[in-house]
């Protein structure tokens, strides 16, 4: 149980364009998502987290306009990276955690996507 | 603000060692400690949490420890495997109950 998945597992785009990556959990109710950016050799810098029906919290430094979070229901949230550019290439890590005092009160990791700008 | 430091960042061994990994971290008023696994060009498989209250969790070969009070967590990996070889990295809640701050880990690599 307590699965994450993503989609796409991995992208290539142009400079310029949006790609949007869906974050879902399969079986339990995420109250809570966040998303996490990791660079080659580095940790995860956390970059959102979003509670299901509200605006997303956003990191110092990271631009809300240009990484647009959805989480529009208790299975789904999007993360849409919006006119991607080489520097926006990176391994990008949704997690999820169910409602707090249940057994999926922990956060519970994605495969990742590989994004490439070129 | 809550920083993680893993030592060492990199470290190869023959296969059958036993072998630890070093999680230290700024603020000891933590809500717990999550140790991880990552593959290469994957996510994250979560392997022990120890809360707060507890000194150590152990699975399988693995056991782990935690000091609140010095700031340190170790991870220790009993009769290595190759299929141990990825990349260890462990985290805390940045303040009581929330978001995690993941230190930038330790790459493990076991050689036959």
């Known amino acids: 149980g307590a699965v994450v998945s993503q989609h796409p597992s991995w992208v290539i785009c142009k400079s310029g364009t949006s790609v949007k990556i869906e974050c879902r959990s399969l079986?339990?109710?995420?109250?809570?998502m966040f998303w996490y950016r990791q660079f080659p050799k580095q940790s995860l810098m956390l970059m959102a987290t979003?509670?299901?029906?509200?605006?997303?919290?956003?990191e110092q430094g990271v631009e809300k306009d240009k990484f647009l979070i959805n989480h529009a229901s208790l299975t789904l949230s999007t993360l849409t990276v919006t006119s991607a550019h080489p520097e926006d290439s990176s391994f990008y890590i949704c997690?999820?955690?169910?409602?707090?005092?249940?057994?999926?009160?922990?956060?519970?990791f994605g495969p990742g996507t590989r994004l490439t700008v070129l | 603000k809550q920083e993680v430091t893993q030592i060492p960042a990199a470290l190869s061994v023959p296969e059958g060692e036993n072998l630890v990994l070093n999680c230290s971290f700024t603020?000891?008023?933590?809500?717990?400690l999550q140790w991880f696994r990552q593959d290469p060009g994957k996510g994250l498989t979560s392997l022990l949490l120890?809360?707060?209250?507890?000194r150590e969790q152990t699975s399988g070969r693995l056991n782990a420890s935690l000091d609140k009070s010095s700031g340190r967590s170790t991870l220790y990996i009993a009769a290595s495997q190759p299929g141990d070889s990825a990349t260890y990295l462990c985290?805390?809640?940045?303040?009581?109950?929330?978001?995690?701050?993941f230190g930038k880990g330790t790459m493990l690599l076991v050689s036959p």
């Open positions: 997690s999820a955690r169910g409602r707090q005092g249940t057994k999926t009160d922990t956060q519970y």
């Open positions: 079986d339990f109710q995420a109250t809570t």
């Open positions: 979003s509670n299901e029906g509200s605006k997303a919290t956003y």
């Open positions: 603020d000891s008023a933590i809500y717990n």
């Open positions: 120890i809360q707060s209250s507890q």
């Open positions: 985290a805390v809640p940045r303040d009581g109950y929330s978001t995690l701050t």
